[in-house]
């Protein structure tokens, strides 16, 4: 079974760009869950989606958006980039019984 | 807010047994867990254990939760150099790993 996937693993913005990230779960997972994962915040919950719906939502600006299709492929999106949003964002999908989340190895993003 | 504290560095010889410790402040967290993290990767779930349970093994790894106390620690028995990596403690309520709390993570440094 494919793990997850996201791309691209690199990304290079300037400042006030904006950026889309994308993920594929595992194959049968429904929710996908994003991650910020930076040196002085460590990993912080951006937001969650289920069935095309989002379910949870961490404490981030409105310039972090993020959807889900159908077949429960994700895009993220940060507009109007900042350098503080260089970091390493990270998709994951949890399982069928949301016991367990299993993580893609991320975009770097840096924004110059 | 939920808080997952760790220590940042621990560092043992090859062969040695290696103990993480975590705390975290959530009374309701209903699973607990482990995530190695190697440079330039994703996040990987080693082990988690349900809120009910005081000690789990899987092969190296030994988790052991003291409920009362609200303390979380992962054993890797015959630690390898392999094993050098960034451990994640991460807590979450109900069957929802989707939306995990994590601590800052612990490296692990096996010297040879």
């Known amino acids: 079974k494919a793990g997850v996937t996201q791309s691209p693993r690199y990304l290079f913005k300037t400042r006030g760009q904006q950026v889309t990230l994308s993920c594929s779960p595992i194959?049968?997972?429904?929710?996908v869950s994003w991650y910020q994962q930076t040196p002085g915040q460590g990993l912080q919950f951006l937001f969650e989606?289920?069935?095309?719906?989002?379910?949870n939502k961490g404490n981030f600006p409105g310039r972090f958006s993020g959807r889900q299709f159908s077949n429960s492929r994700s895009e993220m999106n940060v507009s109007t980039l900042e350098l503080g949003d260089s970091a390493l964002y990270l998709c994951?999908?949890?399982?069928?019984?949301?016991?367990?989340?299993?993580f893609g190895s991320g975009t770097q993003l840096s924004v110059l | 807010g939920e808080d997952v504290e760790q220590s940042l560095f621990l560092s043992v010889r090859e062969g040695d047994s290696s103990v993480i410790n975590c705390t975290y402040t959530?009374?309701?967290?209903?699973?607990l867990y482990w995530y190695k993290q190697e440079p330039g990767a994703g996040l990987q779930l080693l082990t988690y254990?349900?809120?009910?349970?005081d000690m789990k093994q899987d092969q190296r790894l030994t988790v052991l939760l003291n409920k009362k106390d609200k303390h979380l620690s992962l054993r890797i028995a015959d630690t390898q150099t392999g094993d050098s990596a960034i451990y994640f403690c991460?807590?979450?309520?109900?069957?929802?790993?989707?939306?995990?709390?994590f601590g800052d993570g612990t490296t692990l440094t096996v010297k040879p």
């Open positions: 994951a999908s949890s399982s069928l019984d949301g016991e367990k989340l299993f």
């Open positions: 959530d009374s309701s967290s209903t699973y």
């Open positions: 254990i349900f809120s009910n349970m």
């Open positions: 989606y289920f069935s095309e719906t989002q379910r």
């Open positions: 194959s049968g997972h429904r929710s």
């Open positions: 991460a807590e979450s309520r109900g069957t929802n790993a989707g939306k995990s709390t």
